[in-house]
Each structure stands twice: as C-alpha cells, then as structure tokens.
C-alpha cells in the first residue's frame, strides 16, 4: 500500500495551493440533458454537495445557475468550477465572463484552462472549428505557456479565486510550471480504476496540485461499475459500486467529480465508504490486469497530449 499516495479515508474537503478548502466530491454536468442539469444541481446541493463542477463547453452553464439559485445555499458556502475552451485560450477573460453572465455569478472558486491544453482557432461562434479536410483547426501560433500567463493576469482579477488546469499530462505541466508565476491549483484528468494515472497523481501531489478524477465512473456506459472486483467489493460493505471507485480515488486525495441527474444516485454517490488497505491495494492494481487498462474520453485532436497510461 505504501507505495501509492493516501489521504483520510471520509475527509470532506481537501486543501488548495490557495489555502482554500475544496470538497472533495463535486457533481460534474456534462451530457446533463437540457431541462436536467437546474433540478440536478438543486438536487445535488439540497442533498449536501457544495462543489459543482461546469465548463463554458457543456452549453448548460445557464441552467446550472438556475440549479444554484433554486438550492438558495448562499454563494460562499459553495465552490462552482469552469473551464475555459480552446477558442478562448487567446481571451480567457471573455470566456469567464461569459460563463458567470451565464451561471448568474460574479466569480468562480477555481477555473481550468486548457479544457484540453490545445489552443483552437477562433471562428465566430463554432466551439469545435474544423479544417477542410474535416481535423479539428488548431491555432499553432499559441501556446499553453501564453495562455497560463493571461490566466495568472485573469487570477488578479479576483473573478476566479484559483486557477488550474484541465488533462495536462506530467509533460504539459512541466512546460507550464517553468514559466509560471502561480502553480495551477489544480489538474482535472481522466481518472477512474481503469486508469488510475498514479504516475501524473503522485507528480501532481508532489507539487501541490490537487487532481481530480473526471469520468470517475467510467462516464456512461463504460465498463468500471460492471467489474467484479468492484461490485465484489461494493457487496462487502453494503454499497454501490459507484460509491467504491468514488471512495478509492477520494482515500488518494484525489477530489472526484461524479456526473449524475438521478436525485438517489446523487444522493449516494456523495456518501463515501472507508476501504481496507487491501481493497485500496487491489483497486490501484486492477488496471494491470490484461486488458483492462482504458482511456475512454479521447477527443480526436491530432496532438499527442503525451500522457503517461
Ligand atoms: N475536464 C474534462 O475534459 C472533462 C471530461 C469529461 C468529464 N468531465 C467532468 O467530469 C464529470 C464526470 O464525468 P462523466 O460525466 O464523463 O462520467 P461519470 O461521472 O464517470 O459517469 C456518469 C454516468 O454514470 C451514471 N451514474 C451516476 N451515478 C451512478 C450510480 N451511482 N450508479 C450507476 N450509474 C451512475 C450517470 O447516469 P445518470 O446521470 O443517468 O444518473 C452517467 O451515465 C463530468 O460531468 C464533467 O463535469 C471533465
């Protein structure tokens, strides 16, 4: 067990480079279906969830706020994340500043850049732009090291509490980090026991970045809930198997970002279970098994993003 990282099994909130709590479960609200997401995140923080996790790109930033407004928990007792896209990496304030126009805030407590670290050209209003052989259109004059410079100025602004990053592999933040003025807060990654990313993990704690898991379930339909060795486990203590990979990563110290819309899932996924030292041990290791290792969000991008699997 020694060799992987471990925090208090049931801690609630983790600490940032900032010296600002975050809890460690937040909903996530991708793929929330429009008419969805408002009764999710109403649903999420009437049930004791204070971490919301958004992106400009998920196009639902609005009904998000209207979730937040319904909840009526006052603005300071909650933590809200977005992301800045890649059409924005050239101008992040107007990304920001459209989402609070959007999530009806006036500040968020961490924002992420580098939605994925790949500056995208800017073309009206398309979110993915496209080059005429139909690759995705990638503004190779900019680079992430330009972008985390206007992030730090947009940090100033006090519009965004914290800033950090989002799918930065160890080489990435390498680049980032030996330009920087801030250290990223932190870094938001694929991360589930299919891909436990204990390399980037251990690299990210060593430097005072906080990851956190996306797709923690696997995203939809994917197949970590259905493993035996996780619905073995989730039997043992009564629990579902969400609430055992969800547990796994937060006993890491890693904050875990669960998306669901189903008022008794969100319910609980939020109720973290304490895994012995040989479940913990078993669940790190699963991914070894043949087979099992997956990366399941994987945006045709073209770029090699150089992450460690
Ligand atoms: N930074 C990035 O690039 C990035 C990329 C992907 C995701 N994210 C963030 O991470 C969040 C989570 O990732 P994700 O949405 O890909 O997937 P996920 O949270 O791993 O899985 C969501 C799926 O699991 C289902 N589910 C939720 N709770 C469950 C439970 N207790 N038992 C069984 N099934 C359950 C949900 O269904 P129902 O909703 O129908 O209940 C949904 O189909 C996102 O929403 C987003 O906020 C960030």
């Known amino acids: 067990m020694s060799q992987y990282p471990s925090a208090a099994p ?3 909130t983790f600490k940032l480079n900032t010296g600002a709590p975050i809890p460690v479960v937040g909903l996530g609200t991708w793929q929330s279906a429009p008419g969805e997401v408002a009764k999710a995140v109403e649903s999420a923080i009437k049930a004791g969830y204070r971490h919301i996790d958004c ?4 196009g639902n930033e609005h009904e998000v706020g209207e979730g937040i407004k319904a909840a009526g928990v006052p603005r300071e007792e ?18 920001l500043d459209d989402s609070l126009k959007k999530l009806g805030l006036d500040y968020v407590d ?11 050209i800017i073309r009206g209003d398309e979110k993915i732009p496209l080059n005429a052989d139909g690759s995705r259109a990638i ?9 985390w410079e206007l992030m730090e100025k947009l940090h100033a602004t006090g ?19 030996s330009k920087a003025k801030i250290v990223p807060a932190a870094n938001q990654i694929e991360l589930h026991p299919f891909l436990p990313q204990h390399k980037l993990v251990s690299y990210c704690q060593s430097k005072g970045i906080v990851p956190q898991a996306y797709s923690p379930l696997g995203s939809s339909g994917g197949p970590v809930l259905q493993d035996p060795l996780v619905t073995e486990i989730a039997s043992k203590h009564g629990a579902d198997p969400a609430q055992v990979v969800i ?39 699963l991914s070894q ?21």
């Open 78 to 95: 909650l933590f809200i994340t977005t992301k800045i896209w890649g059409t924005y990496h050239r101008r992040p304030e107007e990304g």
């Open 10 to 12: 049931g801690q609630k």
């Open 139 to 147: 503004d190779a004059e900019w680079t992430v090291e330009q972008t």
């Open 247 to 285: 547990s796994w990563a937060a006993q890491r110290g890693v904050v875990v970002l669960p998306k669901s819309v189903t008022p008794s899932r969100i319910a609980t996924n939020a109720k973290l279970i304490t895994l012995s030292d040989d479940e913990m041990l078993k669940l790190n290791e």
């Open 55 to 58: 992106a400009w790109m998920y």
């Open 159 to 177: 519009k965004a509490k914290a800033i950090g990053v989002s799918n930065c592999s160890t080489a990435y933040l390498e680049r980032i980090l």
């Open 110 to 120: 961490l924002l992420l850049v580098q939605h994925w670290p790949i500056p995208l």
């Open 289 to 309: 098994q043949p087979g099992k290792a997956v990366r399941l969000i994987q945006p045709a991008w073209g770029v090699d993003l150089q992450f460690d699997n």
